[in-house]
T-cell receptor, first 112, second 113 residues
Framework: AQSVTQPDIHITVSEGASLELRCNYS??????LFWYVQSPGQGLQLLLK??????LVQGIKGFEAEFKRSQSSFNLRKPSVHWSDAAEYFC??????????FGAGTQVVVTP | DARVTQTPRHKVTEMGQEVTMRCQPI?????VFWYRQTMMQGLELLAY????????DSGMPKDRFSAEMPDATLATLKIQPSEPRDSAVYFC???????????FGQGTRLTVV
């Protein structure tokens, strides 16, 4: 069975600073990996995804993530955060049946 | 603009009442998911369907929850009888095929008093 761990429940970052959110997964085969963002009262929006190929993937809103098989990680990064990036971020792993398993989420607070 | 539509957006009901939540997946999508989100448990997969057939509903309390897809344009999640611990946001999501992203609806916020 697949599982996802997001070690950081809460991160505070200054506007303009860089951001990195950690994600570790457990899955027996090559996983499908996703990062979603959720603003308050909203559904989840896909930021980016990894299926195969280049291990550095670019997403929307200036986000990128790097798949590292040796570390079972798929960390999300942004070089310079904006106040509008304050939200909750979820990492997810999908199996060959399409079942998505989400991590617990990381709440990002952006300070002026 | 294709989107997953969930109704109602908010529901307050008394304990013991039946609750039905509806989801209209994106036209052409053949996979539908139901998730429940709470502060304590996060996002839990309750059930998911492929081509209207249930693939996995092991996340659902079987005695009170049921999920169906009467047709390709409608998925339903019913709780009968509802309990205060069922208070949560219920999300429906749909996808096209294995490995592609799931598109989420806005959710139904359920409060059982």
């Amino acid at each position: 069975a697949q599982s996802v761990t997001q070690p950081d429940i809460h991160i505070t970052v200054s506007e303009g600073a860089s951001l990195e959110l950690r994600c570790n997964y457990s899955y027996g085969a090559t996983p499908y990996l996703f990062w979603y963002v959720q603003s308050p009262g909203q559904g989840l929006q896909l930021l980016l995804k990894y299926f195969s190929g280049d291990t550095l993937v670019q997403g929307i809103k200036g986000f990128e993530a790097e798949f590292k098989r040796s570390q079972s990680s798929f960390n999300l990064r942004k070089p310079s955060v904006h106040w509008s990036d304050a939200a909750e971020y979820f990492c997810a792993v999908g199996d060959s049946w399409g079942k998505l398993q989400f991590g617990a989420g990381t709440q990002v607070v952006v300070t002026p | 603009d294709a989107r997953v539509t969930q109704t109602p957006r908010h529901k307050v009901t008394e304990m013991g009442q039946e609750v039905t939540m509806r989801c209209q997946p994106i036209l052409g999508h053949n996979t539908v998911f139901w998730y429940r989100q709470t502060m304590m448990q996060g996002l839990e997969l309750l059930a998911y369907f492929r081509n209207r057939a249930p693939l996995d509903d092991s996340g659902m309390p079987k005695d009170r929850f049921s999920a169906e897809m009467p047709d390709a344009t409608l998925a339903t999640l019913k709780i009968q009888p509802s309990e205060p611990r069922d208070s949560a946001v219920y999300f429906c999501a749909s996808g096209l095929e294995v490995g592609t992203e799931a598109f989420f609806g806005q959710g139904t916020r359920l409060t059982v008093v």
